[in-house]
């Protein structure tokens, strides 16, 4: 692993983890969703770094642009007026209680994650990732595959049937 | 590389479950979700350059999973909006005991 590859890992890195932070602290759900995409490209970025093209660029494409649009969109239908105006953070036991249960975590986290973990090297030429990836998608886990199918096809029922207001109101 | 990767991840899980606890607006505890499960996809793929192809694999399922996931609680924080004029999530209280 180059140098230069390693420092841009970090680069990403943070760039995720601050502009997470960030996410969770505006108060403008507008903000917080282009906050989440930023991050979201990040780890698209670690992904490609780690050798895993096919997920970064799916990362990308689905998470960055499909998901966070829908919620761009949902957010914007609803229209929950201007951003200040709704007192949106809990109270101060639920922030103390959220800081304590996340800074346990993250110990409990941390240690579990601290064990020596053995070197890995990856071919920073581009390679032809995909192949191999499809060739165990639709070998290995094919009923897993057809059954994500079967998941969508529900959710999009689902979201119908949900989402429809109904006759009577 | 590894270790950064699973340090990365386990950061991005904590400032989720922080959000979850701490918002009440619905809409960012669902990305506080989405966020927690990008977190998880990450220590995945870092695992999958240590036993092979199977964890971005499940990466993608994942997604397909998140995907739906999205769709669904859109649609009943929608329906929850119609009813109380709010995404509040302590208006939903309905199944309190």
Redesign the interface.
Known sequence: ?TLFY?FH??VF?LF??AS??L??TRRS?IA??LW?VN??IS?AA??V????H??GA??VI??AG??MV??LF??M??N?GHADA?????GKG??L???A??LA??AL??V???QR????T?DARPVNAVA??AE??YR??VL??EA?SL??L???V??VV??K?SAR? | MLSEALFFSAVLFTIGVIGVLTRRNALIVFMSVELMMNAVNLSLVALSMLHGLGGQVFVVLVMTVAAAEAVVGLAIIIAVFRHFRSVDVQNINLLRG
């Open positions: 692993m390693q890992f970090y890195g995720a983890v997470a932070l996410f969770v759900p917080a969703a989440l991050v979201m780890l670690l992904y770094m780690m050798g895993a096919f997920v799916v990362q689905i998470y499909a998901i829908v919620f949902v957010v239908l609803l929950l709704i007192a949106d953070v809990r639920w922030r209680g959220a800081g249960v996340g975590l993250l986290l941390l579990a994650v601290r973990m053995p070197a890995v990856v191999p990836l165990s998608l290995d886990y897993a595959f994500a998941v969508l529900a959710a999009i689902a979201a949900l989402a207001r109101t």
